[in-house]
Nanobody, 123 residues
Framework: QVQLVESGGGLVQAGDSLRLSCAASGRTFSYYAMGWFRQAPGQEREFVAA????????RYADSVKGRFTISRDNAKNMWYLQMNSLKPEDTAVYYC????????????????WGQGTQVTVSS
């Protein structure tokens, strides 16, 4: 059974940095695209970043481009979201997701999801 577990969330001030981690288990995640999404209270879940399997191609939401970096360690079945220059509008529950595909998906069409980790950025 596939399990994704996020960690690294917390309460920080505007301008600070956080690094989220996602630990995957239950299978080998070869040929899996991996993504990060977030959901603020009263809002829909939205795409943040994704990374492909084949060549590590990355995609970012415009709102985080230049501030966030997604990466993966295939040997450890881990992927990460480095978040710099955090803003209050980045406050949300952050979810990691995985899908067996060669594509780098920006949509919610992922098969496996974690339970989420809260990120709160104070002004």
């Amino acid at each position: 059974q596939v399990q994704l577990v996020e960690s690294g969330g917390g309460l920080v001030q505007a301008g600070d940095s956080l690094r989220l981690s996602c630990a995957a288990s239950g299978r080998t995640f070869s040929y899996y695209a991996m993504g990060w999404f977030r959901q603020a209270p009263g809002q829909e879940r939205e795409f943040v970043a994704a990374i492909g399997w084949i060549d590590g191609t990355t995609r970012y939401a415009d709102s985080v481009k230049g501030r966030f970096t997604i990466s993966r360690d295939n040997a450890k079945n881990m992927w990460y979201l480095q978040m710099n220059s955090l803003k209050p509008e980045d406050t949300a529950v952050y979810y990691c997701a995985a899908k067996h595909t060669a594509l780098v998906l920006r949509t919610l069409a992922y098969d496996h999801w974690g339970q989420g980790t809260q990120v709160t950025v104070s002004s």
